[in-house]
C-alpha cells in the first residue's frame, strides 16, 4: 500500500516566497489518493502506561514510535504522511521534540517532509503528557 507508485501522488512544494521551512513542507499536494486519518497519538504504551516521564523529547518519541504503528496497520509508513498537528504543552522546549521528530521523519528515504502544525496548549488529556500528535497520510 505504500509502493512507490503511491508515494508519487504526493508532491512537497515550498515556494520560494515563503520561509524555507526547518523539517517541514509549507505545501503538501496530494492528488488521486486514498486518505488515512490517525486519532493523536500520545506517550502511551500498548497497556496505556506512560513513556518518557517528564522528558518531552522522550514522549515525542513514544508519539512517533505509535504513528509508526498505527500507519503499518495500513500498510504506510512516514513517507505517506502529508500533514502531522502537534500539541505541546511547553513550546520552550521545542528543540526537545524537534530531535525526535527530525529522527522520524529521517525514518524512510527520501526523508519524510509533511506540513506541520504546531501549538502550545495548557492540557492533554491527561497531565502526565506533554504532547499528542495527529496525523493525515496518503496511499
Do not use: W
Amino acid at each position: 500500500m505504500s509502493d512507490q507508485g503511491s508515494i508519487n501522488k504526493i508532491r512537497l512544494v515550498n515556494p520560494p516566497e515563503l520561509e524555507r521551512p526547518p523539517g517541514y513542507s509549507h505545501v503538501v499536494d496530494v492528488r488521486g489518493s486514498r486518505l488515512i486519518f490517525l486519532a493523536g497519538q500520545a506517550a502511551r504504551d500498548v497497556r496505556g502506561e506512560l513513556v518518557g516521564g517528564a522528558s518531552l523529547e522522550a514522549q515525542a518519541e513514544q508519539a512517533f514510535r505509535n504513528i509508526s504503528i498505527a500507519l503499518a496497520g495500513v500498510g504506510c509508513t512516514a513517507a505517506n504522511l502529508v500533514k502531522l498537528t502537534v500539541f505541546v504543552r511547553d513550546i520552550s522546549r521545542l528543540s526537545d521534540y524537534r530531535r525526535a521528530r527530525d529522527r522520524f521523519l529521517r525514518s524512510v528515504e527520501p526523508p519524510a517532509a509533511p506540513a506541520i502544525t504546531l501549538v502550545e496548549v495548557s492540557r492533554l488529556f491527561a497531565e502526565d503528557l506533554l504532547i499528542e500528535i495527529e496525523g493525515i497520510a496518503a496511499a
